[in-house]
């Protein structure tokens, strides 16, 4: 039986969310106050992440971990999660608003309800198609295409939440036969090569003490986060943490404001809102149907 530690669980995942927000707020800095590459500061962040992160990836065991019949599978889901990842630090550079670029961000559980049924061939159902039409009706909201505001960049956060489902789902489909130690692995050790691949086109490091200082602090904030969630999960049961990761929203918006003075509008709250509700509802779905498969 495993353990359930809702207190700890909460933490974990509060940090992360508190460690991703810092982390975009740095990221934003290196890029619009130093004039950084989103591309470099990407591959720096990430570098100085795995660098951190070693200790934990040799308690995995990582020759063992990186024993897989689908290599080919593994490098394509890295790559599907980098292209995630260069496209919201483009969101950052432009800049995108924190608070409009986060909301937008949560609709990536939607694609991969959306990806289950095209690509997975799972039975989504009324109840899930539902719940996904309403929450990208919520993203419409928040992105307010037919508004004189709206720019080509407002979407590059929607692209990032559309790759990251992606990632999700050959995560979903590997998982059967690899173990998560293999995907953890697999992704730190792959991640700075692609962001490497990617930079050379603007390659050009930091020039000041300033700039590394925010560089290493994202980084080391990154390796956090990431740990902060594989404990959150760890300790606590899925059902029970994941809602603790909308909190990533106020978080950024505050955030936002802080350093930027960036400050949201009345139609933010009302789409994060309906996007909210919607992923809550789709995960309290599913969660209902395992529990009932198990005792039928």
Request: charged share 10%; aromatic share 12%; proline share 5%.
């Amino acid at each position: 039986m495993s353990q359930h530690s809702p207190i700890q669980g909460a933490s974990w995942m509060l940090t992360a969310g508190l460690a991703f927000a810092i982390v975009n707020s740095l990221a934003q800095i290196a890029s619009i106050n130093h004039g950084l590459s989103s591309t470099m500061v990407a591959l720096i962040q990430y570098a100085i992440a795995l660098v951190v992160i070693l200790p934990y990836l040799k308690t995995l065991g990582i020759r063992n971990s990186l024993k897989t019949d689908h290599l080919g599978l593994h490098i394509f889901r890295v790559f599907l999660s980098v292209i995630g990842i260069q496209l919201w630090m483009w969101a950052l550079a432009y800049p995108v608003p924190i608070w409009q670029g986060i909301a937008l961000l949560m609709t990536s559980p939607l694609f991969a309800t959306l990806g289950s049924g095209l690509f997975l061939k799972e039975n989504v159902g009324a109840a899930r198609w539902g719940a996904t039409i309403a929450g990208f009706s919520g993203a419409m909201i928040i992105l307010e295409p037919w508004g004189d505001d709206f720019t080509w960049a407002t979407l590059l956060p929607v692209g990032a939440a559309f790759f990251w489902a992606c990632y999700s789902l050959m995560v979903k489909k590997l998982s059967s036969d690899d173990s998560p130690s293999t995907m953890v692995v697999y992704l730190l050790v792959l991640i700075t090569p692609f962001n490497l691949f990617l930079a050379l086109p603007e390659w050009k490091m930091p020039d000041s003490g300033e700039l590394w200082l925010v560089l290493l602090a994202a980084g080391a904030l990154t390796a956090l986060a990431q740990w902060a969630i594989v404990k959150a999960y760890s300790v606590a049961d899925a059902s029970f943490v994941q809602p603790f990761d909308h909190a990533k929203l106020p978080l950024n918006v505050l955030a936002g404001w802080m350093v930027f003075g960036w400050v949201p509008p009345g139609r933010l709250w009302l789409g994060a809102f309906i996007i909210i509700g919607a992923v809550a509802f789709i995960t309290q779905w599913e969660g209902g149907k395992r529990r009932k498969e198990k005792t039928a």
